[in-house]
């Protein structure tokens, strides 16, 4: 199983960028899937979660400001994120798990992550 994110780089605070993460070996369809991150010097931390039945669970830090969605046809998960703050500089790594949940443990399946730098 292979979870490649991309779409990170470098933006502006106020500014937005969208994830991406494409999956090989399991299909998003058929799994919960989620977004974590790991700012410099802090823990990995949850974002959001978007359930097989399209329930959602978004981190109160990005609540208002993030959309999770999938892609069945093209095995896509993305995280759409707008008005980016510098606090959410970080590595944002995609997830594939059994069920909808927002702890580390219950993930399944992990992304290398790509890099989020907003400048303030």
């Known amino acids: 199983v292979q979870l490649q994110a991309s779409g990170g780089g470098l933006v502006q605070a106020g500014g937005s960028l969208r994830l991406s993460c494409a999956a090989s070996?399991?299909?998003?369809?058929?799994?919960?899937v989620g977004w974590f991150r790991q700012a410099p010097g802090k823990e990995r931390e949850f974002v959001a979660a978007?359930?097989?039945?399209?329930?959602?669970i978004y981190a109160d830090s990005v609540k208002g400001r993030c959309t999770i969605s999938r892609d069945i046809a093209k095995n896509t998960v993305a995280l759409q994120m707008n008005s980016l703050k510098p606090e959410d500089t970080a590595v944002y790594y995609c997830?594939?798990?059994?069920?909808?949940?927002?702890?580390?443990?219950?993930?399944?399946?992990w992304g290398k992550g790509t890099l989020v730098t907003v400048s303030s």
């Open positions: 978007l359930g097989r039945y399209g329930n959602t």
């Open positions: 070996g399991r299909s998003v369809s058929s799994h919960a």
């Open positions: 997830t594939l798990s059994f069920t909808l949940a927002t702890t580390e443990r219950d993930m399944k399946y």
